[in-house]
């Protein structure tokens, strides 16, 4: 069974500190990816990677970096929290058949 | 611009009714996929229905269906017989397939609420 998990689920935030998403992922997939969830607007992409040591920008990709130490972890990184980040955050991953993707349950963010 | 547009944000239906959820999309490329997606509250994102624009793929069929009117850039999400389980949120999906400069963009998604 393909499984994507992400730490914390949750997690209260300073304004000005630093946060980071970890996600990690046994699928073998190659394609791992970032997004934020924000009332009306959906999901979007954050950052994304293909292949460890590796990232590449999204489409919202400033105040937030990406690392990805190994095909298996891929982390997001907020040097600054900020309120504006505030939002449940997803990560997924890519491959099998037809490329379908898998999530992870989300990590939701408060920053105060 | 936004690639993915769900015109509706919510949506109320009783239950055993049929529901259709829009979506449209923009793409010059010729190699896409497009995707719906039923979000859980355990957080997990649920897979319904893969669209290539060449055939149907179906990754869950029973009482989920698509419309895929690719001239119109058009892809409906059918629901038969409304179950109180459905309700949820429901996004579309784009996915352009270009090189390595490729990932899936989505719509702001459709809360549906299903009444016994």
């Known amino acids: 069974e393909a499984a994507v998990t992400q730490s914390p689920r949750s997690k209260v935030a300073v304004t000005g500190g630093k946060v980071t998403l970890s996600c990690h992922q046994t699928n073998n997939h190659d394609y791992m990816y970032w997004y934020r969830q924000d009332t009306g607007h959906g999901l979007r992409l954050i950052h994304y990677s293909y292949v460890a040591d590796s990232t590449e920008k999204g489409d919202i990709p400033d105040g937030y970096k990406a690392s990805r130490p190994s095909q298996e972890n891929f982390s997001l990184i907020l040097e600054l929290a900020s309120l504006s980040q505030t939002a449940v955050y997803f990560c997924a991953s890519r491959g099998g058949s037809g490329n379908t993707l898998y999530f992870g349950e989300g990590s939701r963010l408060i920053v105060v | ?116």
């Open chain 2, 1 to 116: 611009a936004q690639k993915v547009i769900q015109v509706w944000s919510t949506t109320s239906r009783q239950e055993g009714e049929k529901l259709t959820l829009d979506c449209s999309y923009k793409t010059s490329q010729v190699l896409y996929h497009l995707f719906w997606y039923k979000h859980l509250l355990s957080g997990e994102m649920v897979l319904l229905i893969r669209q290539m624009p060449s055939t149907i793929a179906i990754e869950r069929s029973g009482r989920y269906s698509v419309v895929f009117q690719k001239s119109r850039k058009s892809i409906s999400l059918v629901i038969s017989t409304l179950q109180p389980d459905d309700s949820g949120k429901y996004f579309c999906a784009l996915w352009e397939l270009r090189n390595n400069n490729n990932a899936p963009r989505f719509g702001a998604g459709t809360k549906l609420t299903v009444k016994p």
